[in-house]
């Protein structure tokens, strides 16, 4: 586990942004927990000089290839895999251990191969990229199988940071639903994954579950020749992580229940049904590794009845990683949700800037998605309902890059009230891209 008395560990800052204020009979709290990691080394392979001679976060990536029939393709999409696998082991930072997998309907260890992982500097890292050169197309999707090769690879190292980065064109066809799912299961808390889909032929709920049960992040590149400046991104993201196994902690007091944790920013992310309990009226909800950058979190709690002029802690958030002796560390930063009881109207009524923000965003991510959804099964006028709300949010909390996404799939008639013409081509690529980049929001102008 991460080891506090190394240079460059960032430091962790917590702010609460809510109205505390309830009118009578009120008990709905909601509050973002924005958190924030700075001080610890800068991001990249590029900031290997920052750390003391072997005082790195000690990391292990894999990196899952498909080489499914599929990938030859047109034949670009495995010539770009190899190339974007290249690149991003390129970005390692020396010392990294690392092996890559090529995935069929079976995972085959590509490098280093034995069932062990190779050590980053220069001789390694041009191994491997020979090896790359072998990599055909041939063969079935199983995704699951590629997971757990990555899990038993990853953990055979006594490392602080485990990252997987697992590319597919296709659709997990070679494995059922519940192999996959058994499969995340098991790797869940493990280690964490970033997820991208090239072409247009994967499904898009495949990829992004995967990211999401893994909490990594999920793109699509619909062109190859863009694949190895993502891999490198993912790279370079991935060797800026410094602390791994970070969970919220939430702390509430007797009467009060949680209805729901989400991660708001800079993705929405349910975190509700992932808490394990913590103690007495505590839980904790994993949100994976962090480097230096910043997150923001919806709270929301009921608490019990209370009369006028009352008040009460109604949560209690702090931040924990796991310790190898089965403990936890408390990495100092605190957050208070408190609630009020007043007859003052204006106080208890007004919704803070915050908070109305990321539930727009959160519904943004939901009418896309059943928009699309809609779209598909055919129902036109549903389709046109919740894109043009879709529209309507994006404009309202100033998401251009989501606006821009949905101005591929509608004609836009008036972004401020939503009036919207559903467009009768649209290219696949532009639908998914749309669909895999629903959930990402954009932050509160502070």
């Given at each position: 586990m991460a080891n506090f008395s190394k240079p460059h560990v960032p430091q962790f800052a917590m702010d609460v942004y809510q109205n505390e204020y309830l009118p009578e009979g009120g008990r709905e709290v909601n509050a973002i927990v924005t958190v924030t990691a700075t001080g610890g080394g800068t991001?990249?392979?590029?900031?290997?000089?920052?750390?003391?001679?072997?005082?790195?976060?000690?990391?292990?990536v894999a990196v899952m290839v498909d080489c499914s029939g599929s990938m030859d393709y047109p034949p670009t999409k495995m010539r770009g895999a190899r190339d974007a696998t290249a690149a991003a082991i390129d970005a390692l930072r020396d010392g990294t251990h690392f092996a890559v997998i090529g995935g069929t309907h079976v995972a085959k260890e590509v490098y280093p191969g034995g069932g062990r992982l190779a050590v980053a500097d220069p001789a390694t890292r041009e191994q491997a990229k020979q090896a790359l050169r072998q990599l055909s197309a041939g063969g079935g999707t199983a995704i699951g199988t590629w997971l757990r090769l990555a899990d038993r690879l990853l953990n055979s190292a006594d490392v602080t940071i485990r990252h997987g980065i697992l590319l597919t064109d296709g659709r997990n066809e070679h494995e059922s639903p519940q192999d996959l799912k058994a499969a995340l299961d098991a790797c869940a808390g493990r280690f964490t994954c970033d997820a991208r889909g090239v072409g247009t032929d994967w499904e898009v709920k495949e990829v992004t579950g995967i990211a999401s049960a893994l909490l990594g992040t999920a793109d699509i590149v619909a062109d190859p020749a863009h694949l190895a400046a993502d891999f490198t991104a993912m790279m370079e993201t991935a060797m800026g992580k410094e602390?791994?196994?970070?969970?919220?902690?939430?702390?509430?007091?007797?009467?009060?229940?949680?209805?729901?944790?989400?991660?708001?920013?800079?993705?929405?992310?349910?975190?509700?049904?992932?808490?394990?309990?913590?103690?007495?009226?505590?839980?904790?909800?994993?949100t994976g590794s962090w480097g230096d950058e910043s997150r923001d979190y919806h709270v929301c709690v009921q608490v019990p009845a209370a009369g006028l002029g009352q008040e009460m802690l109604a949560a209690r958030v702090s931040l924990v990683v796991p310790q190898p002796d089965g403990s936890v560390q408390n990495l100092g930063a605190q957050g208070?949700?408190?609630?009020?009881?007043?007859?003052?109207?204006?106080?208890?009524?007004?919704?803070?800037?915050?908070v109305a923000h990321y539930t727009g965003q959160a519904e943004l991510a939901q009418v896309i998605q059943q928009g699309l959804s809609l779209r598909k099964a055919g129902d036109f006028d549903g389709a046109t309902a919740k894109l043009g709300r879709a529209v309507q949010l994006a404009n309202a909390s100033g998401n251009a890059d989501t606006a821009k996404l949905l101005a591929k799939v509608v004609d836009v008639v008036d972004a401020a009230t939503g009036t919207v013409r559903l467009k009768t081509k649209v290219a696949e690529a532009d639908e998914m891209t749309l669909e895999t980049r629903s959930t990402k929001t954009v932050r509160v102008k502070k």
């Amino acid at each position: 586990m991460a080891n506090f008395s190394k240079p460059h560990v960032p430091q962790f800052a917590m702010d609460v942004y809510q109205n505390e204020y309830l009118p009578e009979g009120g008990r709905e709290v909601n509050a973002i927990v924005t958190v924030t990691a700075t001080g610890g080394g800068t991001i990249g392979s590029a900031a290997s000089h920052l750390y003391p001679k072997g005082h790195g976060p000690s990391a292990a990536v894999a990196v899952m290839v498909d080489c499914s029939g599929s990938m030859d393709y047109p034949p670009t999409k495995m010539r770009g895999a190899r190339d974007a696998t290249a690149a991003a082991i390129d970005a390692l930072r020396d010392g990294t251990h690392f092996a890559v997998i090529g995935g069929t309907h079976v995972a085959k260890e590509v490098y280093p191969g034995g069932g062990r992982l190779a050590v980053a500097d220069p001789a390694t890292r041009e191994q491997a990229k020979q090896a790359l050169r072998q990599l055909s197309a041939g063969g079935g999707t199983a995704i699951g199988t590629w997971l757990r090769l990555a899990d038993r690879l990853l953990n055979s190292a006594d490392v602080t940071i485990r990252h997987g980065i697992l590319l597919t064109d296709g659709r997990n066809e070679h494995e059922s639903p519940q192999d996959l799912k058994a499969a995340l299961d098991a790797c869940a808390g493990r280690f964490t994954c970033d997820a991208r889909g090239v072409g247009t032929d994967w499904e898009v709920k495949e990829v992004t579950g995967i990211a999401s049960a893994l909490l990594g992040t999920a793109d699509i590149v619909a062109d190859p020749a863009h694949l190895a400046a993502d891999f490198t991104a993912m790279m370079e993201t991935a060797m800026g992580k410094e602390v791994a196994d970070v969970s919220l902690r939430v702390w509430t007091p007797v009467g009060t229940t949680i209805r729901f944790v989400k991660q708001v920013a800079p993705t929405v992310e349910d975190l509700t049904d992932r808490r394990t309990e913590a103690g007495p009226r505590a839980g904790d909800y994993p949100t994976g590794s962090w480097g230096d950058e910043s997150r923001d979190y919806h709270v929301c709690v009921q608490v019990p009845a209370a009369g006028l002029g009352q008040e009460m802690l109604a949560a209690r958030v702090s931040l924990v990683v796991p310790q190898p002796d089965g403990s936890v560390q408390n990495l100092g930063a605190q957050g208070l949700v408190r609630a009020v009881w007043t007859d003052d109207m204006v106080a208890s009524t007004s919704i803070n800037p915050q908070v109305a923000h990321y539930t727009g965003q959160a519904e943004l991510a939901q009418v896309i998605q059943q928009g699309l959804s809609l779209r598909k099964a055919g129902d036109f006028d549903g389709a046109t309902a919740k894109l043009g709300r879709a529209v309507q949010l994006a404009n309202a909390s100033g998401n251009a890059d989501t606006a821009k996404l949905l101005a591929k799939v509608v004609d836009v008639v008036d972004a401020a009230t939503g009036t919207v013409r559903l467009k009768t081509k649209v290219a696949e690529a532009d639908e998914m891209t749309l669909e895999t980049r629903s959930t990402k929001t954009v932050r509160v102008k502070k």
